[in-house]
């Protein structure tokens, strides 16, 4: 059977062989169509609008403005590129100076689009309370996707249902649009390297490969041509299939990052210039936006918090997608030896809690996780663990593990005795139960810090920041809104700057 198994991940190579029987979206007939619209906050005052069409675009344009009748504005860009496999030209344009916390309309120049909107970002350091959601591990869903019920015979049949029944994650995140002011998804997104799960994509792998993302970032587009969609990579993102060691299969455009850097690499920010009137800050901020290689690892400041978005694939030692990595998928590295950690360094130590008082952290695997030791990454909690203690981060956000976790605070595997109020150690969760074609994963055994398990269902995480030192954490049931899970972490932030020394 595995040899069966590993024949079927690696005939993608037989697709000019074969009839094409992937299930790609039909393409409009105006080809400047706007289509997989995605926003990123990408600089203070400045949003990212990033679009993909079935032709080039010679110069991308977006009119806007602060009413839908009046989109007097006009920003222009010459970015307009794609990749070997790709049908689709991706073109992003950059909205500077706006007036921050205030709803823009916008429109992509073309002879076939609408008027959209979205709420411009909130400026580092005002207190108004807000929410953002933590959605990872989602995937496409229709005929290669997944059921409610995640029952496989019912696979075939997805195309006859309403798709609102099958994916509930995206429709809840648009039924509760107003809720919410952006979206962390670091890593997994689509899943187009389970093409194979299908019989019908056997023969035809890398197109199939290309139709699964095309009918995700469609299918997401609602939610990311409004909000803010800030990503990360995961482990999904790497290459064409999951097999070790086959990565050279992969034809150019469907192996190292390619689809999710050319998508996401001129829409997400570096790191944003500090505010501190301290000199020591704003020369640690400005090193960290040197050191930066979005979309893999930056940040950026939003009213209380500030948030930084990690690779945990690449780029550190024994990291599992880089060559020689447990994970066998050849990928990276994407910066120079040690560039992730000391821009995480640099990062963390141009923090000024008197302005943003909240640090956030978001990657793809976690260290700390009920799934096992198979499902916990150990060079990431020796990596990246000591610089999260040292500089004081509140929450650190992972997926991977495909369920819901929340954990104490916790350090070198040893809970906070302070609980939730005000610990030193950082408060991990797990926001991995969004939906995909794998399934669930099993609670499974569990850690002495953890406080929350849920795989029964599809869920995700909303953290919700209620002053500088109260902020929520809450796992939502996907099909029904239910609130799965509430807990409150304090801390006083009374230090303006956090450095603290490992037990």
């Given at each position: 059977?595995?040899?069966?198994?590993?024949?079927?991940?690696?005939?993608?190579?037989?697709?000019?062989?074969?009839?094409?029987?992937?299930?790609?979206?039909?393409?409009?007939?105006?080809?400047?169509?706007?289509?997989?619209?995605?926003?990123?906050i990408?600089?203070?005052?400045?949003?990212?609008?990033?679009?993909?069409t079935?032709?080039?675009?010679?110069?991308?344009?977006?009119?806007?403005?602060?009413?839908?009748?009046?989109?007097?504005?006009?920003?222009?860009?010459?970015?307009?590129?794609?990749?070997?496999?790709?049908?689709?030209?991706?073109?992003?344009?950059?909205?500077?100076?706006?007036?921050?916390?205030?709803?823009?309309?916008?429109?992509?120049?073309?002879?076939?689009?609408t008027?959209?909107?979205?709420?411009?970002?909130?400026?580092?350091?005002?207190?108004?309370?807000?929410?953002?959601?933590?959605?990872?591990?989602?995937?496409?869903?229709?005929?290669?996707?997944?059921?409610?019920?995640?029952?496989?015979?019912?696979?075939?049949?997805i195309?006859?249902l309403?798709p609102?029944?099958?994916?509930?994650?995206?429709?809840?995140?648009?039924?509760?649009?107003?809720?919410?002011?952006?979206?962390l998804?670091?890593?997994?997104?689509?899943?187009?390297?389970?093409?194979?799960?299908?019989?019908?994509?056997?023969?035809?792998?890398?197109?199939?490969?290309?139709?699964?993302?095309?009918?995700?970032?469609?299918?997401?587009?609602?939610?990311?041509?409004?909000?803010?969609?800030?990503?990360?990579?995961?482990?999904?993102?790497?290459?064409?299939?999951e097999?070790?060691?086959?990565?050279?299969?992969?034809?150019?455009?469907?192996?190292?990052?390619t689809?999710?850097?050319?998508r996401?690499?001129?829409?997400?920010?570096?790191?944003?210039?500090?505010?501190?009137?301290?000199?020591?800050l704003?020369?640690?901020?400005?090193?960290?936006?040197?050191?930066?290689?979005?979309?893999?690892?930056?940040?950026?400041?939003?009213?209380?918090?500030?948030?930084?978005?990690?690779?945990?694939?690449?780029?550190?030692?024994?990291a599992?997608?880089?060559?020689?990595?447990?994970?066998?998928?050849?990928s990276?590295?994407?910066?120079?030896?040690?560039?992730?950690?000391?821009?995480?360094?640099a990062d963390?130590?141009?923090?000024?809690?008197?302005?943003?008082?909240?640090?956030?952290?978001?990657?793809?695997?976690?260290?700390?996780?009920?799934?096992?030791?198979?499902?916990?990454?150990?060079?990431?909690q020796?990596?990246?663990?000591?610089?999260?203690?040292?500089?004081?981060?509140?929450l650190?956000?992972?997926?991977?593990?495909?369920?819901?976790?929340?954990?104490?605070?916790?350090?070198?595997?040893?809970?906070?005795?302070?609980?939730?109020?005000n610990?030193?150690?950082?408060?991990?969760?797990?926001?991995?139960?969004?939906?995909?074609?794998?399934?669930?994963?099993?609670?499974?055994?569990?850690?002495?810090?953890?406080?929350?398990?849920?795989?029964?269902d599809?869920?995700?995480?909303?953290?919700?920041?209620?002053?500088?030192?109260?902020?929520?954490?809450?796992?939502?049931?996907?099909?029904?809104?239910?609130?799965l899970?509430?807990?409150?972490?304090?801390?006083?932030?009374?230090d303006?700057?956090?450095?603290?020394?490992?037990?």
């Amino acid at each position: 059977m595995r040899i069966l198994y590993t024949a079927a991940k690696v005939m993608p190579l037989l697709a000019a062989c074969a009839k094409a029987a992937a299930s790609y979206p039909p393409k409009p007939s105006d080809l400047t169509t706007p289509l997989q619209q995605r926003l990123a906050i990408h600089a203070a005052n400045s949003v990212s609008i990033g679009w993909n069409t079935y032709q080039e675009i010679n110069r991308p344009c977006v009119q806007y403005g602060t009413t839908a009748q009046a989109l007097d504005l006009v920003a222009c860009s010459s970015s307009s590129i794609t990749y070997p496999t790709s049908r689709t030209y991706f073109n992003t344009v950059i909205l500077a100076n706006l007036t921050q916390a205030t709803t823009y309309y916008y429109k992509i120049v073309s002879t076939n689009s609408t008027v959209e909107h979205f709420f411009s970002p909130r400026t580092a350091g005002d207190q108004t309370p807000f929410s953002i959601n933590a959605v990872i591990d989602l995937g496409v869903y229709g005929a290669d996707g997944y059921t409610i019920q995640m029952d496989h015979s019912k696979r075939d049949i997805i195309p006859t249902l309403d798709p609102s029944l099958n994916h509930t994650t995206i429709s809840r995140l648009a039924s509760t649009l107003n809720d919410y002011e952006f979206v962390l998804h670091p890593g997994d997104l689509a899943y187009a390297d389970d093409w194979y799960m299908k019989p019908k994509n056997l023969f035809d792998g890398v197109n199939a490969y290309e139709a699964i993302l095309e009918q995700f970032y469609g299918q997401l587009a609602p939610i990311s041509g409004r909000k803010p969609y800030m990503a990360s990579p995961g482990n999904h993102e790497a290459a064409c299939q999951e097999l070790d060691y086959t990565t050279f299969l992969c034809p150019t455009g469907q192996k190292n990052f390619t689809d999710f850097m050319i998508r996401f690499g001129l829409t997400m920010p570096t790191a944003f210039p500090s505010t501190s009137p301290h000199d020591r800050l704003r020369i640690n901020a400005n090193k960290a936006s040197k050191l930066a290689n979005p979309p893999f690892w930056y940040s950026f400041e939003y009213g209380m918090v500030h948030v930084t978005m990690i690779d945990t694939e690449t780029d550190f030692a024994n990291a599992p997608d880089q060559p020689g990595g447990s994970a066998g998928l050849n990928s990276g590295p994407f910066g120079t030896e040690n560039q992730q950690l000391d821009f995480l360094e640099a990062d963390f130590a141009s923090v000024d809690r008197s302005v943003t008082p909240w640090l956030v952290v978001a990657g793809h695997r976690p260290w700390y996780t009920t799934g096992g030791s198979a499902s916990r990454c150990e060079p990431c909690q020796a990596a990246f663990e000591p610089l999260f203690f040292r500089y004081g981060v509140d929450l650190a956000i992972f997926g991977h593990v495909h369920n819901s976790q929340r954990f104490a605070p916790v350090y070198d595997n040893i809970a906070d005795p302070a609980g939730m109020h005000n610990p030193t150690a950082p408060m991990y969760i797990v926001a991995g139960g969004a939906g995909n074609i794998e399934g669930l994963k099993p609670a499974g055994a569990n850690m002495t810090s953890n406080r929350f398990a849920y795989a029964d269902d599809f869920s995700y995480a909303t953290v919700s920041f209620l002053d500088r030192n109260n902020l929520k954490v809450e796992f939502i049931k996907s099909t029904t809104g239910e609130v799965l899970d509430s807990s409150i972490l304090y801390k006083d932030h009374s230090d303006q700057f956090v450095v603290q020394r490992s037990h």
